[in-house]
């Protein structure tokens, strides 16, 4: 079964530093897709950052960049210089790419993070 | 704009009282899916629907039930709520399913109690 596992139930960084959250993830599937969602507090899913199972490269996406280590089974999200609106609850996900897996996103439990001034 | 519509943002009903929210997306998107978050347990998904007339269960559909008649629509209907269905439920949207990398576009969220 696929599962998706963030360690980080909170953390807290200074504004205008980087921060690391984690996920590692578990799957059997030689295809799928790893996705980071931000959700602040009024509630919405916003769309961060997407990296393929057969990407060469690291995905990056503005201050947004993801360190994809396959052979860990990790995908962690990296956040450069910090902002006050970065503070948010994070999601990891995948999405299988076979059969039944990619009907739908498999999420963590999130990460809360905070920024400091 | 690009969006996917949810509608109420929020709800407070009584046990058994039927109701139905609505999601509606302007993408012309062929995948659409509800999600529950619950605290602690992240998202997880009700139903999905690949196309028009063509929907699933997803992991946890009980006390719920969709529809898909036109492709821009999907409406989640709870028959008979209860307590335990309280939650924020979140309604996505893809381009297709079958893909991992199709990116699901998500709702701003329906925050349902049931009293």
């Known amino acids: 079964a696929q599962k998706i596992t963030q360690t980080q139930p909170g953390m807290f960084v200074q504004e205008k530093e980087a921060v690391t959250l984690d996920c590692t993830y578990d799957t059997s599937d030689p295809s799928y897709g790893l996705f980071w969602y931000k959700q602040p507090s009024s509630g919405e899913m916003i769309f961060l950052i997407y990296q393929g199972s057969y990407d060469q490269q690291n995905a990056t996406e503005g201050r947004y960049s993801l360190n994809f280590q396959k052979a860990r089974k990790s995908a962690n999200l990296v956040i450069s210089a910090s902002q006050l609106g970065d503070s948010a609850m994070y999601f990891c996900a995948m999405r299988g790419g076979y059969g039944g897996a990619t009907n739908k996103l498999i999420f963590g439990t999130g990460t809360l993070l905070a920024v400091q001034p | 704009e690009a969006q996917v519509t949810q509608n109420p943002r929020y709800l407070i009903t009584v046990t058994g009282k039927k109701l139905t929210v609505t999601c509606s997306q302007n993408?012309?998107?062929?995948?659409m899916s509800w999600y529950r978050q619950d605290p602690g347990l992240g998202l997880r998904q009700i139903y999905y629907s690949m196309n028009v007339e063509v929907t699933d269960k997803g992991d946890v559909p009980e006390g719920y039930k969709v529809s898909r008649k036109e492709k821009r629509n999907f409406p989640l209907i709870l028959e008979s709520p209860s307590p335990n269905q309280t939650s924020l439920y979140f309604c996505?949207?893809?381009?297709?399913?079958?893909?991992?990398?199709?990116?699901?576009?998500f709702g701003a969220g329906t925050r349902l109690s049931v009293l």
């Open positions: 996505a949207s893809s381009i297709g399913g079958g893909i991992a990398k199709n990116i699901q576009y």
């Open positions: 993408m012309n998107h062929e995948y």
